[in-house]
């Protein structure tokens, strides 16, 4: 797939300085540009590479001023980060533009698919299935019976979801992601054996969620598991049954979050963070990577380590932590001379 600059300057509103129709149909860093390739300069540090580039198209900041001869045409444009950033959305949505239904696949009679759709080959929808307008499924995607999703929503390969889910519209859940399956719930019986409790609830998922790789979502015991609006899940990432994750929420690789667990708005979670369950944390907590959360937290804490503390506390005795064998040796230091003392 290729564009030429005034293809792309028509796109960002931005303007042509050099060729207007030269080509590219791939993109790279500054750097590493090469012939056929769309670069992008915003960093004054990197200005240097502009005169070394080979790719063929260069988004530049309007006004810029060309010191030395250059080999790439450029577009002009207020924001050139934004501009690449806008463009590359663009590019995304041009690329994955799949309509049909490839063969085979499964849909059941009683399943409803609205327009515009793409369903990939091995794609499994189950009875009662609702599906909005341009949704895409890929291949090996399993889609349970009872599901609704919503509007320009993207089911990537693989990807399973359990019957009764609702997933709403605008969302993507990448490959491995599994939704609905059941919660970790066992109770041992008289003889110490432990016997399943059955998960009877669902998993609810509201607009304009991102939900990463080979993230598990699981089902609630009763009621339901909800991922709020513009929630953002990296890969990796588990959450428990009966769990809440409040509005625009992040949360980074290798979590995990206990059941029954509330989260608030816009809260940030590093990587590998573990959250016990039963707990709530309040809106706009940032949490950082490897914290155990083991109680609730208030609104805007910012907390570290494990048991969690608050960040400033925690660095404060960090400082005495990697000092404590000096301090240590100090004290015993002393205890030596008040006994020498007393002895005397």
Do not use: W
Not at 230 to 241: C, M, R
Request: net charge neutral; charged share 20%.
């Amino acid at each position: 797939m290729k564009f030429t600059a005034q293809q792309i300057a028509d796109i960002l509103e931005g303007d042509v300085v050099g060729n207007p129709n030269e080509e590219v149909s791939t993109v790279s860093k500054i750097e590493e540009g090469k012939v056929g390739s769309l670069t992008f300069l915003s960093n004054p540090k990197y200005n240097s590479f502009l005169y070394t580039t080979k790719a063929s198209i260069t988004i530049v900041s309007k006004g810029f001023i060309v010191e030395k001869e250059i080999n790439t045409t450029l577009i002009e444009v207020d924001n050139p980060y934004k501009s690449f950033s806008k463009l590359l959305e663009f590019y995304n949505e041009v690329k994955n533009n799949k309509t049909g239904r490839e063969q085979p696949h499964f849909i059941s009679n009683s399943a409803k698919i609205g327009a515009n759709e793409y369903i990939g080959a091995f794609a499994y929808i189950g009875e009662n299935v609702k599906i909005g307008e341009n949704v895409k499924i890929y291949p090996n995607s399993y889609i349970g019976d009872n599901t609704v999703i919503g509007d320009n929503s993207v089911i990537f390969s693989g990807v399973k979801i359990y019957s009764e889910t609702q997933i709403g519209n605008n969302c993507k859940i990448h490959s491995g992601a599994v939704i609905g399956s059941d919660g970790f719930g066992f109770a041992p019986d008289e003889n110490g054996e432990y016997k399943t409790i059955p998960q009877i609830g669902n998993v609810i998922i509201e607009d304009n969620v991102d939900i990463g790789a080979a993230c598990t979502i699981d089902r609630a015991t009763m009621g339901s598991t909800i991922i709020r609006k513009g929630v953002k899940l990296d890969n990796q990432v588990q959450i428990a049954h009966n769990v809440e994750v409040g509005r625009n929420t992040v949360i980074a690789s290798q979590t995990g979050v206990s059941g029954s667990t509330k989260i608030g708005e816009n809260c940030m979670i590093g990587g590998q963070v573990g959250i016990n369950g039963h707990i709530k944390i309040g809106n706009n907590v940032k949490v950082l990577g490897q914290t155990g959360v083991t109680k609730s937290l208030k609104d805007n804490e910012m907390v570290y380590g494990t048991p969690a503390l608050n960040s400033r506390d925690f660095n404060r005795s960090y400082v005495y932590f990697k000092n404590l064998p000096k301090i240590v040796s100090k004290i015993t230091n002393l205890e030596k001379e008040l006994t020498a003392q007393n002895l005397k």
